[in-house]
């Protein structure tokens, strides 16, 4: 009896963790159809001019997103764009670090984004601030053109979500927040 139970349990265990994994890596997310004319499906930089966030120029977009959270979103794409005139027409991003994506989702290498960010062979801007409460739209450009795109926690998306008020100079949070 006791050996049964021992698969059993180990079985059980299994069938769970396999579960958990597809749940994670594949059925929460999907791929996310380009449209121009909604915002959240196309790729937009905010401009150093006017503060707000202008179309871009780009070819080959791939993204995935999901309902679960809102830093799952991830994106690649390709643009003519260089990074002379990206740095003088957007505005920049600071502390930007990449989230890995899931394997399948293989256009997008945070690890290689990450460390290209490092050495200046990548530039990050600001894609839309506050996408969603406390969460930025990050696009960063490599020098060979490839783009990619995340969602990242900003800095009052970092004291509120923690549960406490929000810092000065960042906007109130919606209710349940």
Not at 69 to 95: G, K, Q, V, W
Request: charged residues 25%.
């Amino acid at each position: 009896m006791g050996k049964f139970l021992v698969i059993l349990t180990l079985g059980c265990a299994i069938v769970a963790g396999a579960g958990m994994y597809y749940l994670q890596v594949y059925h929460f997310y999907r791929e996310v159809p380009v449209y121009v004319e909604v915002p959240e499906r196309t790729l937009e930089m905010t401009s150093r001019v006017t503060g707000k966030p202008e179309p871009v120029p780009y070819d080959n977009f791939r993204a995935i997103d999901a309902n679960s959270s809102p830093i799952r979103y991830r994106a690649c794409f390709t643009t003519m764009l260089d990074h002379a005139m990206l740095r003088d027409t957007y505005e920049s991003y600071d502390n930007a670090v990449p989230l890995t994506a899931p394997g399948w989702f293989d256009c997008f290498d945070a690890e290689e984004l990450g460390a290209a960010l490092e050495r200046g062979e990548a530039l990050a801007f600001l894609g839309t601030k506050n996408i969603q409460y406390g969460i930025d739209r990050v696009v960063a450009i490599h020098e060979d053109g490839r783009g990619f795109v995340w969602h990242q926690i900003n800095r009052c998306g970092e004291v509120v979500f923690d549960g406490q008020r929000a810092p000065e100079g960042c906007p109130e949070p919606p209710e349940g927040y």
